[in-house]
């Protein structure tokens, strides 16, 4: 079973950059998927996503005001740590053959 993730109402917000309101009608009109635990909403992380690049102007938020922002930030200077670019070219070359 993979692991899931989940957020509440008002870390959501935070991270998109958007109000918590929307994200409350977004529940209510059943476009994420969540469950309630101890009376709190916990909402699919991967839905939040899915969600949120659905719309045009809560994409721009999450670039903007939410957590999009920053990515600028967390470019990695040390390349010892970062992914072989040629291991990427092998796989996405092994993905075209396999489909041919």
Not at 15 to 26: H, M, S, V, Y
Not at 56 to 63: A, Y
């Amino acid at each position: 079973m993979p692991n899931v993730i989940r957020v509440t109402v008002s870390e959501a917000a935070r991270l998109f950059g958007i109000d918590q309101k929307t994200i409350r009608r977004a529940i209510k009109i059943q476009q994420l998927r969540y469950i309630v635990v101890q009376g709190r909403y916990k909402i699919n992380f991967s839905s939040l996503l899915e969600w949120s690049q659905g719309k045009i102007t809560t994409k721009n938020k999450l670039s903007n005001r939410g957590i999009g922002q920053y990515v600028d930030k967390w470019k990695i200077k040390n390349r010892l740590y970062s992914p072989d670019p040629k291991i990427f070219q092998k796989s996405d070359d092994n993905q075209k053959t396999d489909k041919a």
